[in-house]
């Protein structure tokens, strides 16, 4: 999933030029190259890069260090718990790579309707979601089966 993140966000970079938007299902989805210098949904992005450079460096080596750290401690048996954090891990590892490169994460997938829009996110934002989902998932099943 990290090569498919970079290398969408690649094609991205050198195809379309910044705020250009493409229409690919009309009043549902477009391709627009968004620089988001935030976390989701641009949290933080006016905040002095002074403080945001930084923050947006030591966060994700934070949670990338705990995650390995979950992951020494789950079994081989926890498919499911693997799959998520593998998903969580990929994706952040993806915008961490835009951070360090660019000090910004390359945004593209654009959802609306009509007027209404969703935040642009990219590839790695999805396995971040998939992840966090099958990972509230996991622990659901996990504590009904542990009572």
């Given amino acids: 999933m990290i090569a498919l993140d ?5 094609y991205i970079e050198h195809h379309f030029n910044l705020h250009e938007s493409i229409t690919v299902i009309p009043n549902f989805f477009n391709l627009t190259y968004i620089r988001n210098t935030g976390a989701a949904f641009g949290l933080l992005s006016r905040a002095p890069e002074s403080f945001r450079i930084p923050f947006f460096i ?3 080596l934070i949670a990338l260090t705990i995650i390995v ?5 789950t079994k081989e048996t926890q498919v499911l718990m693997i799959s998520s954090l593998s ?3 990929g994706g ?5 790579i835009d951070r360090v ?6 945004d593209f997938l654009d959802f609306h309707w009509f007027n ?8 790695a934002d999805m396995t971040i979601v998939v992840g966090v989902i099958l990972l509230i998932f996991y622990t659901l099943e996990h504590d009904r089966k542990s009572t």
């Fill in 6 to 10: 970079q290398i969408s966000k690649l």
């Fill in 58 to 60: 030591i966060i994700p």
């Fill in 69 to 73: 750290l979950i992951f020494k401690k």
């Fill in 87 to 89: 998903l969580i891990l």
């Fill in 92 to 96: 952040a590892i993806g915008n961490f």
């Fill in 101 to 106: 490169r660019f000090n910004y994460v390359i």
């Fill in 116 to 123: 209404y829009h969703w935040p642009a996110f990219n590839v």
